[in-house]
């Protein structure tokens, strides 16, 4: 069998390490009174812990901690690694969990009565943990570098430079520098991937070293006697309730985690913008506080708050000197300690309402979301090395106006780009182009100089023609990009005039025939102007009179195309 | 009481693995992710553009090669797009009819190969490796002949398919 070849290897195992001791330890620690379904909260937060350094050495492996790549790697991980969403949204809900179940242990403690003596030393450490914990939160929400992270976490730093005398040097150190930029995410992501675990490992260590100790604070009104009666070993029982804990904890985060599509990823951060931020839930109750503070006295409330509230904790088992541990004897710990949560929560539950009666909150929170939407649609195609906000040159819109600013501004106008001197313009205005304004001005003077006034090109004659006509001619002409609002019988009327007003004679319909015109079907659209753009001498176009010059080999196929949607919208611009 | 306790290790068991299963099974998935990136994907080596036709010397009147670098447009790298990324240089020039666009990368130690305009041929200046005006390898230690690249002329546009080879041997095999 197997297990006896199992067996001969741990055995050998065993006399090179002496590893079973270390097991039996682990595993066989006493617990006074039996295990109980009120001890699983320590191992609950542990195993999150764990959660948390898979799923951050996961992260880390596609993320890349600078302004211009955090937020394009972040949205690489959430839009395009496989799970990447998964793997993102397990350790921002582990993180949500962490805070729940700390506070959920807390409360444990309390009205346990488990800070007392002689485990003072192991309450403070664990207020250090839940300390590093939040410490944790803060750092980790800035690094995607998306809207939210990046204006809530300046609240955050703008309160640490207002602490009196080292506040400004303190900020500039964690900044690294006197604003945000490469530095601050560096130096956030030191703390939240080196710096912060290994101090909260180091604690945890010293935290379950002290428990293992002093052993469970078993439920008050229990004599020694029964108590040594009825103790237990920490295997198997206690293991298998701390298991279902977990297991209940960890079926919890998964369904959110697949509900929510994981953690959401705001847009890039721009600092140009405005943006209502807001604080994760466990920070909200200070975020509601500021609110009652208003100017000079702010800066003491988000200091003083925490520092008060931190002194009484840590004073906790100081101030108690009850003689037993029932919760009747012990009335001001407990009611510090919960009706600080009892504040606290309502507090938040105040933010969340006033946020959800806010109507230009609610509004804006749509927006961004909206903006999100776009960005990480448009993060698909990559993102420039400028990262960030160049997102959004991904749109043609955007990319296509900066390329007809470089390529096409030195002789086209459209709207405020193109030459300041009329004399430098060497081709017809492009404002609105192809709109029924922009072709019924044409028709009446082809010729004017904001037209083909200033070029080669020119021979076509003013169309003469009723005002009635002339309608019917830009509706025709305005028809052919298949706008969705074409009056489709004056089209049709147009199109006969076409004819009668031997417009036929120079522009070619079937888009072969070479004329003296330009070709029209297709007229403004963009299949139309990437065509205009890489052969505009051809005699399909405007022949050899035309002194634009091919962009064929200038532009590639993407950037063709981004001019040709930039300047096709012109004809919807408003 | 046993019986208990020995369910209770086998439910313990059970949960321990399934809940490591679920944190495992995304894990190794996720990481995997540039393997299926990479199926079904062809690694295709782009025509990019050196020059145009008519800028192009003719050898065979006299006149000196072009070294042209070779740039690749929007170059995908994980999440960033590079809108240019220099792939390497060739020398481009024409013999008559015949187009010309060799690796500037000496077969040799890759040093990169030079023009010699008196003695008219390409010269390796690191360790003296002499090549015809076809690239073809004359005196010195390189083991082959210069690399020549796939050419294409399109609307007066000279294309070539840029890739690099294996150093110091006498076959030209691409990698």
Redesign the interface.
């Known amino acids: 069998m197997a297990r006896g070849w199992t067996r001969r290897w741990l055995d050998w195992l065993e006399s090179r390490t002496g590893y079973r001791a270390l097991v039996h330890a682990a595993l066989e620690e006493r617990i006074r009174g039996g295990a109980s379904p009120a001890y699983v909260f320590g191992s609950v937060l542990t195993f999150i812990l764990l959660?948390q350094i898979?799923?951050g050495i996961?992260l880390a492996?596609?993320y890349a901690p600078s302004a211009t790549?955090a937020w394009?790697?972040v949205?690489?991980i959430q839009d395009?690694?496989?799970?990447?969403w998964?793997?993102r949204g397990?350790h921002s809900a582990g993180a949500s969990m962490m805070v729940l179940t700390l506070l959920l242990h807390l409360v444990q403690v309390t009205v346990y009565g488990a800070y007392r003596a002689p485990r003072e030393v192991n309450w403070l450490t664990g207020l250090l943990l839940a300390a590093v914990v939040m410490a944790f939160a803060l750092t980790g929400y800035l690094l995607p570098w998306d809207q939210k992270g990046y204006w809530a976490t300046q609240v955050a730093t703008t309160l640490l430079g207002a602490t009196p005398l080292v506040g400004r040097t303190l900020q500039t150190l964690v900044q690294g520098g006197p604003v945000y930029g490469n530095l601050t995410l560096t130096h956030f992501f030191a703390l939240h991937v080196f710096v912060l675990p290994a101090t909260l490992i180091l604690l945890l260590v010293v935290h379950i070293a002290l428990f293992r100790r002093h052993g469970v604070t078993p439920k008050w009104g229990r004599s020694d006697e029964e108590l040594e009666r009825t103790a237990d070993t920490f295997w198997?029982?206690q293991?298998?309730y701390d298991?279902?804990a977990?297991?209940v904890m960890?079926a919890f985060m998964?369904a959110w985690v697949i509900k929510t599509h994981g953690a959401e990823l705001g847009a890039p951060a721009d600092p140009a913008s405005a943006f209502d931020a807001r604080p994760e839930w466990y920070f909200l109750p200070l975020y509601q506080l500021l609110k009652y503070f208003p100017g000079a006295l702010e800066v003491v409330a988000a200091l003083g708050a925490p520092l008060i509230a931190g002194g009484v904790l840590v004073a906790l088992p100081f101030l108690d000197r009850a003689a037993t541990t029932h919760p009747r004897a012990r009335r001001l710990p407990l009611a510090l300690v919960l009706g600080g949560l009892a504040g606290a929560t309502g507090l938040g539950l105040m933010a969340k309402v006033e946020d959800a009666r806010n109507e230009t909150y609610q509004k804006n929170v749509q927006a961004a979301h909206q903006e999100a939407q776009r960005a990480r649609a448009l993060?698909l195609?990559?993102?420039?090395?400028q990262?960030g906000t160049a997102v959004y040159l991904?749109d043609p819109l955007e990319g296509g106006r900066l390329l007809f600013k470089e390529h096409c501004a030195g002789c086209h106008r459209l709207g405020p780009l193109g030459p300041v001197a009329d004399k430098d313009v060497r081709g017809p205005d492009l404002t609105r182009f192809a709109s029924r304004s922009w072709l019924e001005a044409f028709l009446r003077d082809p010729n004017s100089p904001a037209f083909f006034g200033r070029t080669r090109v020119k021979g076509m004659k003013p169309v003469q023609a009723t005002e009635e006509e002339l309608r019917a001619l830009v509706e025709w002409a305005y028809s052919l990009s298949d706008p969705p609002d074409v009056d489709r019988s004056l089209a049709a009327r147009g199109r006969q005039l076409f004819e009668e007003k031997d417009c036929d004679l120079c522009h070619e319909l079937d888009g072969q025939t070479e004329g003296e015109g330009p070709m029209l079907p297709g007229l403004a659209t963009r299949g139309w102007l990437v065509r205009l753009l890489k052969e505009p001498a051809s005699p399909l176009f405007f022949g050899d009179k035309s002194e634009m010059p091919s962009f064929?080999?200038k532009l590639?196929e993407?950037e063709l195309e981004q001019v040709a949607a930039f300047v096709a919208a012109q004809r919807d611009a408003k | 009481m046993m019986q208990r306790?020995t369910l209770?290790?086998r439910?313990?068991g059970l949960?321990?693995g399934?809940?490591g299963a679920?944190?495992a099974t995304?894990?190794v998935?996720?990481?995997?992710?540039p393997l299926?990136r990479l199926r079904g994907k062809q690694p295709g080596v782009p025509a990019l553009?050196v020059a145009?036709l008519d800028q192009l010397p003719d050898l065979d009147r006299g006149e000196a090669p072009l070294r042209q670098s070779v740039v690749a447009?929007?170059v995908?790298?994980?999440?960033?797009?590079?809108?240019e990324v220099r792939q390497g240089s060739v020398w481009v020039y024409r013999r008559g009819d015949q187009v010309f666009c060799l690796s500037t990368v000496c077969p040799h130690a890759g040093c990169s190969v030079d023009y010699d305009e008196q003695q008219r041929r390409f010269v390796c200046p690191c360790h003296r490796s002499t090549f015809s005006l076809d690239g073809k390898r004359q005196d010195g230690p390189s083991p082959r002949d210069m690399d020549s690249l796939e050419v294409q002329v399109r609307?007066g546009?000279v294309f070539c398919r840029y890739q690099r080879f294996r150093l110091a041997t006498a076959s030209k095999e691409a990698i």
Do not use: H, I
């Not at chain 1, 395009?80 to 990447?84: S, T």
């Not at chain 1, 195609?381 to 090395?385: E, F």
């Not at chain 2, 998935?29 to 992710?33: A, N």
């Open positions: 959660n898979v799923t996961l492996a596609y790549t394009a790697s949205a690489y395009q690694v496989w799970l990447g998964f793997v397990m198997p029982r293991l298998f298991l279902v977990m297991g960890l998964v993060a195609q990559g993102v420039l090395p990262g991904n064929a080999n590639t993407r | 306790r209770l290790k439910l313990a949960l321990m399934a809940m679920v944190l995304p894990a998935l996720y990481l995997l992710d299926r553009p145009r447009r929007d995908r790298d994980a999440w960033t797009r590079f809108p609307q546009q």
